[in-house]
């Protein structure tokens, strides 16, 4: 079949394997989709999103060095998708999911919690302060085989951890945290984690951590600890305020891979680049999490693409990968097309094109192509059709060229940090706790 003189992409490709050769190549200005009907993209896509059965285990799953943390209105369906295209390897978690919404949309669990199973290996994120819901909602999540369950001890926003009361509020009830925690993992037969801050408001000493970090390892299954390292603020800051106000203290998290060893910790907070991520990890940690460095633009060196496209490289010993931006957006532009109105008004064409905002991110034809994508909303009703009006505005050559060599960021802050522990937690302390 052919449209304006050019080859149509012929199928729906394997992942990651987008083949480009000859006549069969795409236009160089235009992006194409494939002509199946959407009715056979739709059904296409719900089979993979609503497989019921286990298709991959755990242990098929590079080790979660790397991480692209939950982030509300950020990590969903759409994003992590286009992740998965940029990075095969990296551990992708989904937004928080609050226990009582999995519960209570029971019969819409699909707009929820279905994915395509190329995204494992993927983390479930939910949020609760009732153990009935936790266990209910851990149960209602089994059939979609997330490969981990993971707890919101972290999020400060005033709606979560002031009116909600769970989120980072949890880490002032350690008692509460290990019995969610030994209830989920009741419930399901993947591993748990718990994701927290160091500290919330005066509560935000290097033995309250420990304290809280003691009493949930020590009384629940949980072995593994996503540590963000800020404290909270809840004294009416706000949810992006507090992920900068509150200083970061990397020195509270190397003290408890000191003092916790036989516990894993995966360090979060302030860290956008590879370069970043590889001293994080030499200097002892177990794994690293990204948040909107992983995102959208952070710095001219972390960028979506230029961030997650050297994770498989250099965090996990892949070869250099040879993706191209166009190779991503082929993909992307299938899937896109495939579920807009999948639940009735939704997702439109703004919530499938929004992960893509960051993706040229200081590469030349960026700022046009921003302008025209303003422009496309009005009028595109596609993902294909809005991709063929805006990329005229990026260079051939920013969509065909692979990825260059991670730039090299120097930073000693790890290293620092270590020099600066706080005193051991004792064996004594922890006896007291129980006294």
Same mark, same amino acid.
């Given at each position: 079949?052919?449209?304006?003189?050019?080859?149509?992409?012929?199928?729906?490709?394997?992942?990651?394997?987008?083949?480009?050769?000859?006549?069969?190549?795409?236009?160089?200005?235009?992006?194409?989709?494939?002509?199946?009907?959407?009715?056979?993209?739709?059904?296409?896509?719900?089979?993979?999103?609503?497989?019921?059965?286990?298709?991959?285990?755990?242990?098929?799953?590079?080790?979660?060095?790397?991480?692209?943390?939950?982030?509300?209105?950020?990590?969903?369906?759409?994003?992590?998708?286009?992740?998965?295209?940029?990075?095969?390897?990296?551990?992708?978690?989904?937004?928080?999911?609050?226990?009582?919404?999995?519960?209570?949309?029971?019969?819409?669990?699909?707009?929820?919690?279905? %994915?395509?199973?190329? #995204?494992?290996? !993927?983390?479930?994120? $939910?949020?609760?302060? =009732?153990?009935?819901?936790? &266990?209910?909602?851990?149960?209602?999540?089994?059939?979609?085989?997330?490969?981990?369950?993971?707890?919101?001890?972290?999020?400060?926003?005033?709606?979560?951890?002031?009116?909600?009361?769970?989120?980072?509020?949890?880490?002032?009830?350690?008692?509460?945290?290990?019995?969610?925690?030994?209830?989920?993992?009741?419930?399901?037969?993947?591993?748990?984690?718990?994701?927290?801050?160091?500290?919330?408001?005066?509560?935000?000493?290097?033995?309250?951590?420990?304290?809280?970090?003691?009493?949930?390892?020590?009384?629940?299954?949980?072995?593994?600890?996503?540590?963000?390292?800020?404290?909270?603020?809840?004294?009416?800051?706000?949810?992006?305020?507090?992920?900068?106000?509150?200083?970061?203290?990397?020195?509270?998290?190397?003290?408890?891979?000191?003092? %916790?060893?036989?516990? #894993?910790?995966? !360090?979060?907070?302030? $860290?956008?680049?590879? =370069?970043?991520?590889?001293? &994080?990890?030499?200097?002892?940690?177990?794994?690293?999490?990204?948040?909107?460095?992983?995102?959208?633009?952070?710095?001219?060196?972390?960028?979506?693409?230029?961030?997650?496209?050297?994770?498989?490289?250099?965090?996990?010993?892949?070869?250099?990968?040879?993706?191209?931006?166009?190779?991503?957006?082929?993909?992307?532009?299938?899937?896109?097309?495939?579920?807009?109105?999948?639940?009735?008004?939704?997702?439109?064409?703004?919530?499938?094109?929004?992960?893509?905002?960051?993706?040229?991110?200081?590469?030349?034809?960026?700022?046009?192509?921003?302008?025209?994508?303003?422009?496309?909303?009005?009028?595109?009703?596609?993902?294909?059709?809005?991709?063929?009006?805006?990329?005229?505005?990026?260079?051939?050559?920013?969509?065909?060229?692979?990825?260059?060599?991670?730039?090299?960021?120097?930073?000693?802050?790890?290293?620092?940090?270590?020099?600066?522990?706080?005193?051991?937690?004792?064996?004594?302390?922890?006896?007291?706790?129980?006294?």
């Amino acid at each position: 079949m052919k449209y304006a003189g050019h080859a149509l992409f012929a199928s729906v490709t394997p992942f990651h394997s987008v083949i480009l050769k000859g006549h069969d190549r795409l236009p160089q200005k235009l992006l194409y989709g494939n002509p199946l009907k959407a009715t056979k993209f739709k059904y296409f896509h719900q089979k993979c999103m609503c497989h019921k059965e286990s298709i991959m285990v755990a242990a098929r799953y590079p080790s979660p060095w790397f991480s692209v943390a939950p982030m509300m209105d950020c990590t969903d369906n759409h994003y992590r998708t286009l992740a998965r295209f940029i990075s095969k390897h990296a551990w992708l978690y989904t937004e928080m999911i609050a226990a009582e919404t999995i519960v209570y949309q029971k019969g819409n669990l699909d707009r929820f919690l279905a %994915f395509g199973p190329e #995204q494992h290996p !993927i983390v479930l994120q $939910i949020g609760g302060n =009732d153990l009935e819901n936790l &266990a209910k909602a851990t149960e209602l999540a089994n059939p979609y085989s997330y490969d981990e369950i993971n707890l919101n001890c972290g999020c400060p926003s005033p709606k979560v951890a002031g009116k909600g009361c769970f989120g980072v509020r949890l880490m002032l009830d350690p008692k509460f945290v290990s019995n969610a925690m030994s209830v989920i993992s009741t419930h399901t037969d993947v591993p748990v984690s718990v994701k927290c801050r160091i500290g919330v408001d005066d509560h935000d000493s290097y033995n309250e951590l420990c304290d809280f970090i003691y009493k949930v390892s020590s009384q629940s299954p949980t072995k593994h600890f996503i540590i963000h390292s800020r404290k909270a603020l809840l004294n009416g800051i706000s949810a992006k305020e507090n992920r900068s106000i509150p200083p970061l203290k990397y020195e509270f998290f190397y003290a408890l891979l000191r003092d %916790f060893p036989d516990l #894993q910790f995966t !360090i979060n907070g302030g $860290i956008n680049t590879i =370069d970043e991520v590889s001293e &994080a990890r030499r200097e002892g940690a177990h794994g690293v999490m990204i948040g909107r460095a992983a995102y959208h633009k952070q710095s001219t060196f972390s960028s979506p693409w230029n961030l997650l496209g050297h994770v498989d490289s250099a965090i996990y010993g892949a070869p250099p990968s040879s993706l191209t931006r166009r190779q991503v957006l082929e993909e992307y532009q299938l899937y896109g097309d495939s579920v807009l109105g999948l639940y009735g008004t939704k997702p439109n064409l703004r919530d499938v094109i929004k992960p893509l905002l960051g993706f040229f991110h200081s590469a030349p034809g960026n700022g046009l192509w921003k302008r025209k994508a303003d422009a496309a909303f009005q009028n595109c009703t596609t993902v294909k059709s809005f991709l063929e009006e805006t990329l005229v505005a990026i260079p051939d050559d920013v969509l065909d060229s692979s990825l260059t060599q991670a730039p090299v960021v120097f930073s000693d802050a790890f290293a620092r940090a270590k020099t600066l522990l706080p005193p051991p937690y004792t064996v004594r302390e922890k006896e007291l706790l129980y006294a």
